[in-house]
T-cell receptor, first 113, second 110 residues
Framework: EAEVAQSPRYKITEKSQAVAFWCDPI?????LYWYRQILGQGPELLVQ????????DSQLPKDRFSAERLKGVDSTLKIQPAELGDSAMYLC???????????FGNGTRLTVT | DAKTTQPPSMDCAEGRAANLPCNHS???????VYWYRQIHSQGPQYIIH???NNETNEMASLIITEDRKSSTLILPHATLRDTAVYYC???????????FGKGTSLLVTP
């Protein structure tokens, strides 16, 4: 079964540094999501793409976070500068269409020291 | 989207049915009930969803009450590999950005 690929699996960075995460969705999936999951909590949506366009980024802290999906395929989420409170799991998901189930990758575990 | 209420944790013996409840008393007519689960250190996995009829697939059954204010996810023969956090989510198909709560942590014991 096709999977959503994410890298790196783990990332440790110092506060004030820049960090980036990459996601390759399942081929043909038009909708892509980035979620953040703090330990002990459920995932929270950061940004949603439909093809290369942002559909919802209302929960994205835009002063330090940015996301792009330039060709409507893979996507990058960047944090600059990282803060201690950004330590979390960052999950990418994709779906074939608006009303299709989400398929999640296994995430990037970020630790900011 | 409507809010959901789930018990924080449940236990189930291996081989027995696991019945996970979810209350969604403010659900509106166009909102679906979705269930996902998350095994430790993995991303969430889609299980099943429904509008008002009961649904069954190879993983589980979903029972939705007639008034749609609550539902139950049934794992008919729980195995140790079903130990996970189970999320009940209510959402319309508009935008489809799912809002996860804290879910129910299910522990299946030998």
């Amino acid at each position: 079964e096709a999977e959503v690929a994410q890298s790196p699996r783990y990332k440790i960075t110092e506060k004030s540094q820049a960090v980036a995460f990459w996601c390759d969705p399942i081929s043909g999936h038009a909708t892509l999501y980035w979620y953040r999951q703090i330990l002990g909590q459920g995932p929270e949506l950061l940004v949603q793409f439909q093809d290369e366009s942002v559909v919802d980024d209302s929960q994205l802290p835009k002063d330090r976070f940015s996301a792009e999906r330039l060709k409507g395929v893979d996507s990058t989420l960047k944090i600059q500068p990282a803060e201690l409170g950004d330590s979390a799991m960052y999950l990418c998901a994709s779906s074939l269409a608006y009303n299709s189930p989400l398929h999640f990758g296994n995430g990037t575990r970020l630790t900011v020291t | 989207d409507a809010k959901t209420t789930q018990p924080p944790s449940m236990d189930c013996a291996e081989g027995r049915a696991a019945n996970l409840p979810c209350n969604h008393s403010t659900i509106s007519g166009n909102e679906y009930v979705y269930w996902y689960r998350q095994i430790h250190s993995q991303g969430p996995q889609y299980i099943i969803h429904g509008l008002k009829n009961n649904e069954t697939n190879e993983m589980a059954s979903l029972i939705i009450t007639e008034d749609r204010k609550s539902s139950t996810l049934i794992l008919p023969h729980a195995t140790l590999r079903d130990t996970a956090v189970y999320y009940c989510i209510v959402s319309s198909h508009s935008g489809y950005a799912l809002n996860f709560g804290k879910g129910t942590s299910l522990l299946v014991t030998p």
